[in-house]
């Protein structure tokens, strides 16, 4: 699968861009906030239909415009004649994605059909932050694996808005409250979210050792790393956890048991990541678990994802980037678009690259072919 060319309008700090992309490697070369990693955002927004940084997709339409529109075109086995993707959101309105000029119905029914992933300075993130942050990362990555996983969570999340209402209203004495309405949510929730923390556990199992294996590459060996699953579920009975922790939801009111409350631990020698690994190694381990990501992807795709890499020489020492420029040089990976701000140290790095490699210049809200 390759992205052949990409076009911008009013996107971030770009007013309009559009560019002719190579099959191999890409790299986006400019200074610091030329709008480098606002190109590889565009390509997710192209693939997940949002941005990887902002939560708010306003925040993406260039300061004094009233809407972005970013369009790619993709050829794949699957439409080898090509399919153009275009995201576009007018402010105030909704935001619209089609495919060959064909609204989606949800946006849900893009998702993993264009796969990527991104390696960022902000992965750590995963590690130095709360449950939410570990849990949106797995279940995205589960979500562009499987369909029906993503159909899972969003029907459990529905849910349990309203299981949360009712709580909220229940605590605000000028509302009655109906318990049978409860029940007859809880009836719904209990054998979803039964579900949700047994294919968790399950991917778990899969992810573990594909993870521990690309750590172990990148650091030679040098720490026992784990990534685990944990959560009251699976192995207990979700219907009856709700019921025991009715008193106390209704307390709080909120929802205080069920898998979005679950956390994935994340251990280095047996000790928590985020408070014994040094900086390297927190980065390190953020790297090979978004390598185990792809290399999940492409074993259950036809198709190699995208890979973005945002400033990755800038992170890692000489040794990890030749290992990570291995994988690249020996065809592990498919298309690949990266970022940096020195020309000459991405091409040295790349010198025995064979692939084709198309430079960009990124000058404030400009880009060019080198
Ligand atoms: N909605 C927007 N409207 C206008 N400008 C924006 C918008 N969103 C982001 N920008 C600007 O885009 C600029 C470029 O951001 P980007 O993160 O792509 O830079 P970069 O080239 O990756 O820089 P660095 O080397 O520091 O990582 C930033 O200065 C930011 O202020
Ligand atoms: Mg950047």
Redesign the pocket.
Known sequence: MTLDSLQLLFF??YDEASLRLSPGINCFI??????????L?AIHYLSLTKSAFTTSDS?????GADFFVVKGKFTSELAPAGETIQVSLRSGQKKALTHDKQPYERMADHIGRYPAVLISPYDTDLIRQGSEERRKYFDSLMAQLDHEFLELLIMYNALLRQRNAVLKQAGDRSHGFDRDYLLALDEQLAPLGQQLSELRATFLVDFAPVFRRHYEQLADGREQVLVSYKSQLPGADFAQLLRANERRDFALQRSTTGPHRDDFVFLMDELPVKSYASQGQQKSFAIALKLAQFELLASRQQHKPLLLL??IFDRLDDKRIARLLELVANDTFGQVFL?D?NLQRTDQALARVSSDILRFR?QQ?SVAPV
Do not use: E, W, Y
Request: charged share 30%.
């Open positions: 971030k700090n400019g200074d610091n906030g030329s709008g480098k990693t606002n190109l955002d925040q993406s339409i260039k300061q945002d400033d970022t701000t990124v809200g």
